[in-house]
């Protein structure tokens, strides 16, 4: 069974710091692109950032371009994504899913979701 | 960056109804069209990949067309544990987007 289990969610103040986790088990995690998805509460879904198999490419979108980096390690199955600079309207679910890359990928198995509020 | 359009941004239908949900992207996106169900407190799940691909496990009164720049998702016979929040999502091209959502509620 494919399963995906963020953690490193929180609290943190704007301009603050946090790093996200995900675990990937069930699959082999180093054929797959994996991505991170974020929703406001009660908002839509908001894609943020993907990256491919080795780790060599890696897209994003504008608005955490410079503040945000996506990465993975192999060896663990794991998936990260460093979040710095946190601003009041990153507050969001934070989803990691498996990915069949760009183009013409789509969202096959998604994690529970964590939390990241920003907040003074 | 490619827009995402769905219509309607809710609905109210009854059991058995037969559902219509519309997605407009802003430019040519060939096939590359999937479709997302949500329920509360809960992560999308894919019900459609490509225009038409319908995933392994979901039922075949999900059904998915269109091409270049209008889409569509109709459910058959909407049953109860249809009603749930649906979105479209293109990946043409980085940024990779969605739809803004359209709710299913009963009626």
Do not use: H
């Not at chain 1, 060896?75 to 069949?100: G, H, P, W």
């Not at chain 1, 990928?105 to 529970?112: I, K, L, P």
């Not at chain 2, 091209?93 to 509620?105: A, D, Q, R």
């Amino acid at each position: 069974e494919v399963q995906l289990v963020e953690s490193g969610g929180g609290l943190v103040q704007p301009g603050g710091s946090l790093r996200l986790s995900c675990v990937a088990s069930g699959f082999t995690f180093k054929t797959y692109w994996m991505t991170w998805v974020r929703q406001p509460p009660g908002k839509g879904l908001e894609w943020v950032a993907n990256i491919n198999q080795d780790g060599t490419t890696k897209y994003s979108v504008d608005s955490v371009k410079g503040r945000f980096t996506i990465s993975r390690d192999n060896v663990k199955n794991s998936l990260s994504l460093q979040m710095n600079s946190l601003r009041v309207e990153d507050t969001a679910i934070y989803y990691c899913a498996r990915d069949f890359g760009i183009p013409g990928g789509w969202f096959d198995a998604w994690g529970q979701g964590i939390l990241v509020t920003v907040s003074s | 960056d490619i827009q995402m359009t769905q219509s309607p941004s809710s609905l109210s239908a009854s059991v058995g109804d037969r559902v219509t949900i519309s997605c407009r992207s802003s430019q040519d996106i060939n096939k590359f069209l999937n479709w997302y169900q949500q329920k509360p407190g809960k992560a999308p799940k894919l019900l459609i990949c490509q225009v038409s691909s319908l995933q392994s496990g979901v039922p075949s009164r999900f059904s998915g067309s269109g091409s270049g720049t209008d889409f569509a998702l109709t459910i058959g016979s909407l049953q109860p544990e249809d009603f749930a929040t649906y979105f479209c999502q293109q990946s043409y091209t980085s940024p990779l987007t969605f739809g803004g959502g359209t709710k299913v509620e009963i009626k």
